[in-house]
């Protein structure tokens, strides 16, 4: 402004010259400059413009300057509407004016802000201090970066004043609060490649060209932003990647409360494997250029992690968004075991201060225990000691995803023996490892449960040293840890872990016995009873009686013995030679034990007799006894003979050398051993005391089945038998003293009295089927075995011994069936009665044994008289014995015999009848004409006396009949019941008869032909026939002949007789009756030299056109009339009769052969076949 005095000549002069002085407001200013132009603006100079916008906006600069030495520091923040409205005017009166200078030379127009919902103008950039942090960081965007305006201040105050009344578009860079957040905003989209905005993660290299900015930028950046107090507002920069890290990425500011970033503040004088651990976990270090200035800002850590639990934690979240399963398999594949225990060190440390943070973030704790950073123990190796902790193996407290075989860790009791820990078990290396295992949420395991899960179970796979060290100790921890699981007694009761002195298996407390019982050596050896090693110790001895431990020798130490004999007998089955002689002098000690104290031990049943024994019930035996029993039944505890007495080499003995001891109830007294030897065990020793009888069973006889099974053995022994030749050189009364006769009566005195009787009523009947009688047990047990003694019993005084040498034959005696021991048969092949003929191996019972043992005799299968299906069986029998020679006349005799017994059954309905035996369905035997036995079906009965001449061809041809003949002595009706076929038959279907059949001669056919009972075949119909027919007569006759001379000629021949047999055939022998009209006169046609073959035969009788090509090649001539088919003219026929399968097998392989074609016209004209002899 001018001074007064000037002020006052200036309105004199203006005065003067006739005008008036105003003086030059910021209005008047702004109305100049807008009339003028911006062309006339733009021509003034630098100091000019800058004065001109000073005078501008001079009342904008008055207004503040007002307002702040009031105390308002928000330039045109007036709350008067008014002076907002004036703003709003002057800034629109010097819009598009270029008053504005910029850094990169020239000059650009204030901008007024927009409107609501109006675009805001492009912005402007200001430094608040000229040269510093905000010039480098505007380096980038000349365009934007309004000059400082250094050589003129008042200048760079009005620009600062403009920036700073939000009226305009130009911001001040370097503002506190939320306009600095805009600025910094502004500058960072003006600098940074606008495809930047939104990424997460941007590669940067630091090079500060075109591809990004250089650290340097973003150190300016950070610097600009953290400067003011306060500090800008970053809230405007979230979704810039402004946060640079040392891995050569920029990542996106992003608020921690959300999707935070994944950067951290690295700390100087961090732990190195820390570090690495994150930097595995994915999480990126701030770049060191602009750490310093990040740390600085106040909002830093809403942005960047800090160096905290929380701040760790929520950095790995971040790098995996939050699943636990990525940041567990980048942990896993990436930090080794150091940078996993130095980030659970680092946790466990600040859990302490950080523990209420962390369990208000329950998603950042669910995190924490999927990472697997927690060091588990290493599973031993069964019988493999364990070094000191040197694998080093880590696991997770909680599956990354939902697994449904994930199991939990544990953390171990204080002081737990190594041995027993597995993956399963936390191992705390670290001081702080417990504390944060249980922060978040891991059991600690009770040494209960611990030696329930990891002791008891395994007992047996660890090493036999180390195994009795670890029970010893559980042992002196009894009590507590039964206070710990009121359970783990009981268990520990049942578990097996005791080991023995003689080095058997591990036995569970309540198997052994106190050291101080002696009576237990006796029977179960000092080695196998007693705890061994370290739990023999009295210690340990005390407290295995807890657990069940025996103080003394029960009824139960029966059991034990049994059950160690058992063992042993076990071993001895295995090989183990030195076991077998143990069990068994175990076992008469333990048999030798009974019977000396079976008054005391052992008691009579309720009944008094000698019934099934109890043990006693006073005191520790009373009230398991029957479980006892039931468990003594199932060992082998009983002491045997390995091989038969001396003397006795005949007494079946199949087991050889056999086991030293068998189960209770299955041995049988020696004196039983003629009854019972060759199934059942044979005992070692004699029991004086009614109580031990009772309690093996020797109180009743032994069972049926093996009294059967001895029988067998003693009458067929099998061939290899070591008893078959002394047994073949005993005397039968010593072996029906011996053997026979006990088993005889005791097998009578068990029959029961209902089948006593059922025998009895049946006693009388005549059996006709061994096979339909009713079924007891003894029958089923003797069916088809060699038990029925065939020999009158032995007297008591006067015996004659029989050796089995002896001939033992005739009807009384009866002969065995072949491989027996001539003594002992089977029920099938004998009876009461003999039968009515001779048969070797069918025999009648002395009457002397049936008297005896009539009853048994009946119940083991014995019949009153044999059967048809017996008589069979002999015939069978009897050809096995000649075994393909010629029977001899007695033989023969007698097989005939019982062959016409067959037949006459046979015709009343038995065993299927005559059509069974004529089908083959039965095994008959009959002898041929030569005396060999052949099967029924395969004979030939003759019944064509008068064919004698056909017979006598086939001798004089060297040919052969079609069957073998039955022999002559067995009449040809009982030969046709038992299934032998008719001579007459078989010769009608034998091919080699049809060389035989006569054929007329040459002039008997011509004159036939001409005058013949046919009617004649000339005229001249006859020789207007086509091709070979030429000649014949018409009718059916020459029709029937045309079409076979046609297809005799297409199958090549060359020449064709034809003649008539004008005889007259007999009837008698004809296969069918029917067929007796087709024996009167009839043509015969003979093809000389045409051989067919089996192919082109078939194709001649084939309708089928594709049938002819088995023809041979030469063209088929088709006469009118004839159909396809050389013998299709079949259809022709009457003979309704032929219809069977041998019939058929007839027409092809008899009157159809190689060089004869048979085919007869009846006087009727119809085709008939030649078939009669």
Known sequence: RAPTAVRDLLVVAAASAGGVLREVSAKVARETARKAGPVAVAALGRAERLALLRACVSDILAAGSARGAGGDASIGRSEDAGASAALAEAANEIAGLPLV?????????????????????????????????????????????????????????????????????????????????????????????????????????????????????????????????????????????????????????????????????????????????????????????????????????????????????????????????????????????????????????????????????????????????????????????????????????????????????????????????????????????????????????????????????????????????????????????????????????????????????????????HPDVRDAVELLGVGSCYPAGLLGLPAACEALVSLGLKTRLPVEGVLDAAKAIDALAALADNGDANAGSRAHARAKALVGYLDARAGSLLRGGAGGGASQPRLGTSGAMAASADALLTALARLRWVPTLAAPPAGEGALPWPRGTGGVVSPLQHARPKHERWLVSATLPVAAFEASSAELRALLSWDRPPPDAALVEQLVALGAPPANAGWATPLRAMGVTALWKLAVGPIYTQLGRGLQVAERVTVEAVAGARDVAWTDRASSTLLELARGRAVVWTLPPPSSEGSVEVAEDSAIGGQEGGLLQAGSCARLVCACNVAFTAPPASALSLVALPPALVAAHRPLLRALGVRVAFGTADFVRESAAAAARANGRALLPSELAAVVSLLREVAAALRDGALGGVAAAQAGQLEIWAPAEDGRMVRAHELAFNDAEWMGEVCKYLEAASLSAPAPLAHRSLPAADAESIGARSLRFLLVVCEKLTDAIPCPSAVVLRNSLHDGAAGGLGGAMAEAAPGPAHGLADGAARRALCALLCALDDAGARRVRICLDARTHNTTSLLAPGMSAVQGPAFVIHAPGLDLSSEALCAMHAVDPSASAALPPRPMRQPSGVTQGTFYIYIYTYIHYIHTSYIHIYIHTYYIHTSYIHIYIHRNHTLALYICI
């Open 101 to 513: 200078p910029l850094a990169a030379g020239g000059w650009t127009a204030l901008r007024p802000m927009g409107q609501a919902g109006q675009p805001a103008p492009p912005p402007l950039l200001l430094a608040t201090v000229a040269g510093g942090a905000e010039d480098a960081l505007l380096a980038r965007a000349p365009g934007v970066a309004v000059d400082g305006c250094l050589d003129a201040p008042a200048a760079a105050a009005a620009l600062r004043a403009l920036a700073a009344s939000g009226a305009f578009s130009l911001q001040l860079l370097g503002a506190p609060g939320e306009a600095g957040g805009r600025a910094l905003a502004h500058a960072v989209a003006a600098c940074l490649p606008a495809d930047w905005r939104g990424l997460e993660l941007v590669t940067w290299d630091g090079s500060g060209g075109e591809a990004g900015p250089s650290a340097e930028w973003f150190a300016a950046l950070w610097a600009v932003a953290s400067a003011p107090n306060p500090p800008a507002s970053l809230r405007a920069l979230e979704g810039w990647p402004v946060l640079p890290t040392a891995d050569g990425v920029a990542c996106a500011l992003r608020c921690a409360g959300s999707e935070s970033s994944c950067v951290w503040f690295d700390s100087v004088g961090m732990d190195e494997p820390l570090r690495c651990c994150l930097i595995a976990a994915g999480c990126l270090t701030l770049h060191p250029a602009v750490r310093e200035a990040v740390e600085q800002h106040a909002e830093a850590s809403r942005y960047v992690h800090t160096v905290s639990a929380v701040g760790v934690l929520q950095a790995i979240a971040a790098t995996s968004h939050g699943d636990a399963g990525v940041a567990h398999d980048l942990l896993s594949k990436r930090a080794g075991a150091v940078e996993r225990r130095a980030l659970r060190r680092f946790l466990g440390e600040r859990r302490a201060v950080e523990e209420s943070a962390l369990r208000a973030l329950p998603d950042l704790l669910a995190m924490l225990r999927a990472l697997p950073v927690f060091e588990t123990h290493v599973e031993a190796s069964a019988g493999e000691d364990r070094e000191a902790e040197e694998l080093e193996v880590f696991g997770a407290l909680s599956p990354a995803a939902p697994a449904a075989s994930f199991e939990p860790l544990l953390l171990p009791p204080e002081g737990a023996p190594a041995d027993l820990l597995g993956r399963q078990h936390l191992r705390c290396v670290l001081d702080t490892d417990a504390a944060l295992a249980q922060m978040l949420g891991v059991q600690r395991t009770s040494r209960a449960a611990l030696y329930r899960s990891r002791l008891l179970p395994r007992v047996g796979a660890l090493p036999a040293t180390r195994r009795d060290e670890l029970v010893a100790a559980m042992l002196r921890e009894l009590g507590s840890l039964a206070r710990e699981d009121a359970s783990f007694a009981a268990a520990a009761a049942e578990a097996v872990f005791v080991p023995t002195a003689d080095g058997g298996p591990l036995r569970r407390p309540r198997d052994l016995y």
